[in-house]
């Protein structure tokens, strides 16, 4: 690799990420960062809104590892709870494995000067003692000082609490669930609470149910219901996402019942009598995602200034809704936002786009009303980047199937190499958001392709569930479906076509290379190769993910050998380069290994590299640097350019 091919790497990896989880709070905006030297120290800043030239107020003075591990991906690892005209901060800390507190105020207008925008109320108190298990960072507090909170322990989610007034105190259950649980919360006044269940065999965005709980003044669970409709979830599987609650009894959620997350809101004046106040169905809009980690928001407001997310085709769109009713639709260029946040008249969020990395939006809607959000970005657009182009192609039993296209920023071919994309998840998607490794392979004179293949998020129920009982099949089908749509076209070298997969994605473009003579090559990082193993070695949340991907494993125990690639290693006679950590704990490092020998023996170019530091996604940027240079020797030899 020529220094130059290592300033790019660096320029577009070793960006530090500021602004991590952010959020607003009146005319404050909190969010993560790292702090010294190590990865494990960090730290909650804050700085007035809309003020980027502030200095940042360190808030937690003491060494913490904020950070969520709740079923086993976490998730947002803090919150802040306006209350009783202060703000109370609550975080969990890896360090000690409890659950932190502490009360600020907004400073005196003569300490903002001095870069202080809040003052300490109440030293930080570790408010309960250490846990074997995990916190979600999902906390409601109540008037009379209770703290309301799920954790994790034993492979059993509980809904628990603890006293403010006091330290160091046994985490007080209320509330077994019979499995998962999450995305709690509550209205104002906290006596009533609600969040979402899911059990055995479904994942959270296939079936979940969502529930209300009557809370009386000692913090005891009064009443529970669970919400039941004959339109909704009376007999059909509905995956519910994000309730919150925008009045003292309207909440707000999105469920997928019409085959799209569509928006809902609820009356719950009466726990016995929950009905629907309004209902929002649109085709080709989805008012959420796939619920992989805690806390993620498409929704943030109150029912007087309420806004939405949603995705509409290949674009995000921020809806404006006031007393319920539809207010405007405003464009974003972003094909990806996180840490959308709302205070009154403040939106809050981070964007991500095509030619540019995250940057952090802040509007004040009450001093402008803006007909799109362009008009506030101020971004560093990205140079001589190759941009992503929807194509749509006929997938698995000639069904639209989309993709991103990168066409190739130089010339170094006669006819460019095609280097297909299959994402992890599986059901995850490709976004079109800029991505540093395509854009490397673009300024090589490389065509690449990422494939939203059948099972992807973001197009619907019915394309999700494709996958359903064919995961190895149609995800593999769809990759090489569109592979030959592309040579069809004369667009692509026929003879230089590979594919690249982390992860499921790993299965996905083994498999290719096992099925069909397309594909010259496969590239891979942590890739999943025996589903038998998985079966029984994965996390807690997993567990059951492969029901619907391949099935029952006792009744479908065939389906889970045949379609694992180290099955059928000896019939791949093509290079594979493959990349694993040895901290990897969702895919164990020691399955790569077992099939090192046997790919080495049997493909004149392959390689297997192990690193000593590294999990389930790398982060250093020396290990990522070299794992491009790899790549880029292995595509000489194998491609033989």
């Known amino acids: 690799m020529s220094n130059d091919d290592k300033l790019k790497v660096r320029q577009t990896e070793s960006k530090k990420e500021p602004f991590k989880e952010l959020t607003i709070i009146r005319d404050t905006i909190f969010w993560i960062d790292v702090v010294g030297e190590g990865k494990n120290e960090n730290a909650i800043f804050a700085r007035p809104f809309n003020d980027k030239e502030a200095f940042p107020q360190k808030l937690t003075r003491k060494k913490y590892n904020i950070k969520n591990n709740f079923h086993g991906y ?33 400073a005196e207008s003569t300490y903002r000067s001095q870069n202080k925008y809040l003052d300490s109320v109440q030293e930080p108190r570790q408010l309960s003692k250490s846990i074997d298990g995990n916190f979600d960072s999902s906390f409601v507090i109540s008037e009379e000082n209770i703290l309301y909170g799920i954790c994790e ?74 919400f039941s409709n004959k339109l909704i979830n009376a007999k059909k599987n509905v995956s519910f996402f994000q309730p919150y609650w925008i009045s003292e009894t309207i909440l707000v959620c999105s469920e997928d019942s019409s085959g799209w997350w569509n928006l809902l809101f609820l009356d719950v004046s009466e726990i016995e009598n929950i009905y629907i106040k309004k209902r929002v169905e649109r085709n080709l809009i989805e008012y959420g995602a796939p619920q992989w980690v805690s806390g993620i928001t498409f929704f943030s407001g109150t029912i007087k200034n309420l806004f939405c997310i949603a995705k509409k085709e290949n674009n995000l769109i921020v809806e404006q809704y006031k007393d319920l009713q539809f207010v405007k639709e405003f ?40 007909s799109n959000f362009v008009e506030q970005i101020n971004v560093e657009y990205i140079k001589d980047c190759s941009k992503p182009e929807t194509f749509w192609f006929k997938g698995f039993e000639d069904q639209p199937t989309h993709s991103f296209l990168y066409r190739p920023l130089v010339e170094n071919f006669r006819k460019p190499p095609l280097l297909v994309r299959a994402h992890s998840g599986p059901t995850s998607f490709f976004d079109g958001s800029y991505n540093s490794e395509v854009q490397y392979w673009t300024s090589k004179g490389f065509f690449v392709a990422e494939v939203n293949y059948g099972g992807s998020s973001g197009f619907g129920k019915a394309y999700r569930e494709r996958l359903h009982y064919k995961w190895g099949i149609v995800d593999s089908y769809d990759c090489k479906a569109l592979a030959l749509e592309l040579i069809k076209s004369n667009l692509v070298n026929n003879d230089k076509v590979v594919i690249f997969g982390n992860s499921a994605g790993g299965l996905t473009a083994l498999n290719c290379l096992l099925y069909g003579t397309i594909f010259t090559a496969a590239i891979c990082k942590y890739p999943v190769i025996d589903l038998k193993d998985m079966h029984y070695n994965t996390h807690r949340f997993e567990k059951d993910y492969l029901n619907s991907l391949v099935g029952n494993y006792l009744k479908n125990y065939n389906d889970f050998i045949n379609r694992s690639p180290i099955s059928h290693l000896n019939k791949i006679k093509k290079p594979i380069l493959m990349f694993h950590g040895k901290k990897d704990k969702v895919i164990s490092y020691k399955q790569t290994l077992k099939i090192q020998e046997i790919l080495i023996q049997n493909n004149k170019y392959s390689e297997v590299i192990f690193f000593e530091n590294e999990g389930h996604g790398f982060q250093n940027i020396e290990n990522k640097e070299f794992v491009m240079q790899k790549s880029q020797e292995f595509l000489k030899n194998a491609l033989n350019i």
């Open 74 to 106: 976490g998730g947002k690892s803090y919150k802040c709870i306006n209350l009783k005209n202060n703000f109370y901060l609550l975080w969990i800390d890896q360090i000690t494995k409890a659950v932190w507190f502490e009360i600020f105020k907004e």
């Open 153 to 226: 322990i034993n492979n059993r989610d509980y809904l628990f609490s603890l006293n403010l007034k006091k330290s160091k105190q046994d985490i007080h259950l209320i509330k077994k669930f019979k499995n998962f649980a999450g995305e709690l919360s509550s209205n104002n006044s906290t006596d009533l609470l609600s969040w979402i269940e899911w059990d055995s065999p479904y994942m959270p965005w296939e079936r979940n149910d969502l529930f209300f709980a009557q809370i009386d003044l000692t913090g005891e669970i009064q009443k529970i219901k669970k």
């Open 331 to 370: 464009s974003t260029p972003f094909t990806s936002i996180s840490d959308f946040s709302i205070f009154r008249e403040k939106v809050l969020l981070k964007g991500y786009g095509s030619d540019f990395l995250g940057i952090v939006l802040e509007i004040d809607f009450a001093e402008r009303l803006l």
